[in-house]
C-alpha cells in the first residue's frame, strides 16, 4: 500500500501539471475579452477599459497651475473630481478603478524652467506649414461627420418633422446635404476633406436586436421605456458614434473634425408637432464632466487625454472664428442653457460657445467643433428648409433669403478661411 502511494503521488502531480499547462496554453489562444483585471470597472455603455499607460506619453508636459485650472473652469462641472485626483506640486495621483497595483496612475507635472512638449495625434494650426496664395486650408486634414443617420433610421432617432401634408424633414438628411455642399467648398481652399458618412445608412454594423441584452442592464431603475426603446437609443446613440469614432481615430487621422447637426425645440407628439417662433445657434467644444461622468473610468480618461493633449485650446480657437463667422451670416442670437444646468460651462467671452461632454467630442481623438444652428421647428426655418437648396435668394417669411443649407455652408467655410489665414503664414 506504501508502494502505491509512492507510485500514485507523482502521477497525480504530473496529470496537474498537465491540466494547468493545456489551460494556459488554451487561454492565451482564446483570451477572454474582458481581462480578469477590468472585471467590475466602472464603463460607460459599449466603451472598452482605458489604457492608463497611454498618458505616460504626457509626463513633465504640464505645470499643476494650468493642469488644476483646466479642472476646475473647462473640464468638470462639480467637486468629485477632487476625490479622485489628488495632487501636489510633484504629480497628480489619479484613481483608475483598477485593483492594485494599478489603482493609481501617477501624472509628474513640469517644472517652471522646463516641460516637455505635449504630443498629439494631429496638427495645431500652429504646426501647418506656410500656404500658398489663396490656399489658406492647404496642408490641413478636415473630417465632416453629419450628424445622425438619417433616412429610414430618422423616425427611430426621433430627428423626423412631419407637418400636414408637407414632406418629412429628417435632420441626419439636413447635415448630409450640408456635408456635400461644404466638401467641394473647403478642398477649393486646399483642405483634404474626409466624410465620416456618404449617406443615410449606418456605420455600426451592430442593430438594436443585438443590443436588447446589454440595454436591459444599462436602463436606469427608474426608466419607462421598452427594452426594445432601449435598445433602440443604444444603438443610435452610442453604437453608431463608437463606430464613427473608431472610423475617425483609426483611417481618417484628420485635424479637425465638424460635426454638423440643426437644433430642434421640443416638438412633442410627432404626429402634431409643435412651432415655435424662435431660432437660435451655439457651438460646443468638449468638457463640462458632471460628477456623475467623472465616476466612469472610460470617461475620466478621456478627460485626460483631451486636456493634456490641450485640444481644448484649440476647439476654442477656431470655435471662435466660425461662430463669428456663423453670427454675422444668420442674424441668430446665441443660444443660452437654464442657469441651472449640470452638464455645460459657458466659454468666458464667447456667447455663442459652450462645452459640454458629448459622445463624439469625447471619442474623437482630435479637436472637435459641435455645430449646432437653427431650429428644425422655428416657423422661419422650417420654411426655409423645405424650400431646399437654391441660387440667389428667394422671399421666406417676408425677407429675401439664401438657401439656409447654402448660408450654413458658406458660413463655415469663412469662419475657417478666417482662422487659417489669420493664424498661419503664407508663402511669399
Known amino acids: 500500500m506504501p508502494r502505491f502511494r509512492t507510485l500514485l503521488l507523482p502521477l497525480l502531480i504530473a496529470g496537474v501539471l498537465t491540466g494547468l499547462a493545456l489551460w494556459l496554453l488554451l487561454w492565451r489562444a482564446h483570451p477572454s475579452k474582458t481581462p480578469p483585471s477590468t472585471c467590475g470597472l466602472a464603463l460607460t455603455s459599449l466603451a472598452e477599459a482605458p489604457d492608463w499607460s497611454k498618458l505616460n506619453a504626457y509626463q513633465h508636459t504640464i505645470q499643476r497651475r ?3 485650472s483646466l479642472l476646475t473652469t473647462v473640464f468638470t462641472t462639480g467637486q468629485s473630481w477632487r476625490d479622485l485626483i489628488q495632487m501636489d506640486n510633484h504629480e497628480a495621483r489619479i484613481h483608475t478603478g483598477l485593483p492594485a497595483p494599478n489603482a493609481i496612475f501617477h501624472l509628474a507635472f513640469s517644472s ?5 512638449p ?3 495625434r494631429w496638427r495645431t494650426t ?7 496664395p489663396g490656399k489658406p486650408l492647404a ?3 478636415l473630417a465632416i461627420d453629419p450628424g445622425h443617420i438619417g433616412g429610414t433610421w430618422a423616425t427611430m432617432e426621433e430627428r423626423r418633422l412631419t407637418v400636414g401634408s408637407n414632406p418629412p424633414v429628417c435632420e441626419g438628411d439636413l447635415t448630409l446635404q450640408v456635408a456635400k455642399l461644404l466638401k467641394p467648398r473647403l478642398e477649393f481652399l486646399g483642405a483634404k476633406v474626409s466624410l465620416v458618412r456618404r449617406d443615410t445608412q449606418p456605420l455600426t454594423r451592430l442593430r438594436p436586436e443585438n443590443l436588447l441584452t446589454i440595454a436591459a442592464k444599462a436602463a436606469p431603475a427608474d426608466s419607462t421605456a421598452s427594452p426594445q426603446k432601449l435598445a433602440e437609443r443604444l444603438f443610435y446613440r452610442t453604437a453608431e458614434i463608437h463606430a464613427r469614432a473608431q472610423f475617425v481615430n483609426q483611417s481618417l487621422h484628420p485635424d479637425l473634425v465638424l460635426c454638423l447637426h440643426f437644433n430642434a425645440a421640443d416638438w412633442g407628439d410627432p404626429n402634431n408637432p409643435k412651432m415655435v417662433d424662435r431660432s437660435h445657434l451655439h457651438l460646443l467644444v468638449n468638457g463640462a464632466y458632471s460628477d456623475e461622468e467623472l465616476l466612469l473610468a472610460d470617461q475620466r480618461f478621456a478627460l485626460l487625454d483631451r486636456l493634456l493633449q490641450h485640444t481644448h485650446e484649440e476647439e476654442v480657437r477656431v470655435g471662435t472664428s466660425v461662430a463669428e463667422a456663423m453670427a454675422a451670416a444668420t442674424s441668430l442670437p446665441p443660444f443660452q442653457y437654464p442657469p441651472a444646468a449640470a452638464n455645460v460651462r459657458p466659454i468666458a467671452d464667447q456667447p455663442y460657445l459652450w462645452a459640454r461632454n458629448l459622445l463624439a467630442n469625447r471619442l474623437y481623438q482630435c479637436p472637435v467643433i459641435f455645430l449646432e444652428p437653427y431650429v428644425m421647428n422655428s416657423s422661419t426655418d422650417y420654411a426655409r428648409i423645405l424650400a431646399g437648396d437654391y441660387d440667389g435668394l428667394r422671399q421666406i417669411a417676408g ?4 438657401s439656409i443649407f447654402r448660408e450654413y455652408a458658406d458660413a463655415l467655410v469663412t469662419g475657417l478661411s478666417r482662422h487659417y489665414t489669420k493664424n498661419r503664414k503664407s508663402k511669399p
Do not use: I, Q
Request: net charge negative; hydrophobic share 30%; charged share 20%.
Open 66 to 68: 494650468e493642469f488644476e
Open 112 to 116: 517652471a524652467s522646463h516641460a516637455s
Open 118 to 120: 505635449a504630443p498629439h
Open 126 to 132: 500652429c504646426d501647418l506649414p506656410p500656404f500658398p
Open 139 to 141: 496642408g490641413l486634414h
Open 399 to 402: 425677407k429675401p433669403r439664401p
